[in-house]
């Protein structure tokens, strides 16, 4: 069973950073994507950043130009760093790892930006 352990989420004012880390149980080459979605409340879950196991990472839009995806792949980590937070990036943030046939979830880490 791969597990995804995440860590770094945390209450910041605006216009700060947060970093991310995502610690999966197996290579990230084993999957097809990883990267970071989050739910804030009464909301969907939406893509926040991905990143393949060759580097081509995708943004949603709201993100673009602040947060930045990477990976390490000596350590099976992905990281999100986020600057100039917003109050709307408060959420709760997933990992996730994606195959072909099955997608896996971290326990979410919570991210509560303050005005």
């Known amino acids: 069973q791969v597990q995804l352990v995440e860590s770094g989420g945390g209450l910041v004012q605006a216009g700060g950073s947060l970093r991310l880390s995502c610690a999966a149980s197996e290579s990230i080459f084993s999957f097809n994507t990883m990267g970071w979605y989050r739910q804030a409340p009464g909301k969907q879950r939406e893509l926040v950043a991905t990143i393949t196991g060759g580097g081509i990472s995708n943004y949603a839009d709201s993100v673009k130009g602040r947060f930045t995806i990477s990976s390490d792949n000596a350590k099976n980590t992905v990281y999100l760093q986020m600057n100039s937070l917003k109050p709307e990036d408060t959420a709760v943030y997933y990992c996730?790892?994606?195959?072909?046939?099955?997608?896996?979830w971290g326990q979410g880490t919570q991210v509560t930006v303050s005005a």
């Open positions: 996730n790892a994606r195959r072909i046939d099955y997608s896996y």
